[in-house]
């Protein structure tokens, strides 16, 4: 079945400490994202991709990186210059066309720093 | 503040009853999407719909949208348990680049037996 997966489900860290939190597709999809989704908030945009070797800011990149080497992944770091890193993060996919296509989402990372 | 904002933040309701949820937005989109997330899990897609488009229907989904007042509502006939969920809107907005959509805080929809 295609889908997106997300690993690990769940991560600890200590302060001061980079993660990277792993997202593949095999929907074969050119459009790959990252979200933040904190209690009771929308969800909101670290980075997004359209194409491989490329990706642009959202509206929270600070303190965040990426890389989109393979179409079939891009793996999300926080950095320790991420000040509120806990956190669900959330990875989604979409086709690229015209006009904004709906998201596929994966099940989500749940990050705790402490 | 974001630009999708859903009204009301939680909704009770029991089997068989609808459920019917609005989102407000502040400026131009190109579409508007709805989406549901149990809890913990990832969100699903339920319905887009265009600007030039105001309603649609999806099983027991009824989506409409009125660009004039900024707003659309989704309503869920005939609820079951397993409709319990948080339900989102998300907007493409005619100024954002492609790919951005924004997304609002969610209704937390309870159905109970």
């Known amino acids: 079945d295609g889908g997106i997966t997300q690993s690990p489900k769940y991560l600890f860290r200590k302060e001061g400490q980079n993660v990277t939190l792993s997202c593949e597709q095999n929907?074969?999809?050119?459009?790959m994202y990252w979200y933040r989704q904190d209690p009771g908030q929308g969800l909101r945009l670290i980075y997004y991709?359209?194409?491989?070797?490329?990706?642009q800011k959202g509206d929270i990149a600070e303190g965040y990186s990426v890389s989109r080497e393979k179409k079939e992944s891009f793996p999300l770091t926080v950095t320790s210059a991420q000040k509120n890193p806990t956190a669900f993060y959330l990875c989604?996919?979409?086709?690229?066309?015209?006009?904004?296509?709906?998201?596929?989402f994966g099940n989500g990372t749940r990050l705790t720093v402490t | 503040s974001q630009q999708g904002e859903e009204d009301p933040q939680a909704l009770s309701i029991q089997e068989g009853e609808n459920a019917t949820m609005n989102c407000s937005y502040k400026?131009?989109?190109?579409?508007l999407q709805w989406y549901r997330q149990n809890s913990g899990r990832g969100l699903v897609h339920l319905i887009l719909?265009?600007?030039?488009?105001r309603e649609k229907h999806s099983g027991r989904l009824r989506v409409t949208l009125d660009t004039s007042k900024k707003s659309s509502s989704l309503l869920i006939t005939a609820s079951r348990a397993a409709d319990t969920a948080s339900y989102f809107c998300a907007t493409a907005r005619l100024t954002d680049s492609w790919g951005k959509l924004q997304f609002g805080a969610g209704t937390q929809v309870v159905v109970t037996p």
């Open positions: 991709s359209q194409i491989v070797n490329d990706f």
């Open positions: 719909i265009r600007s030039n488009e």
């Open positions: 929907l074969n999809h050119d459009a």
């Open positions: 400026t131009s989109i190109n579409n």
């Open positions: 989604a996919s979409s086709i690229f066309q015209g006009e904004n296509s709906p998201l596929h």
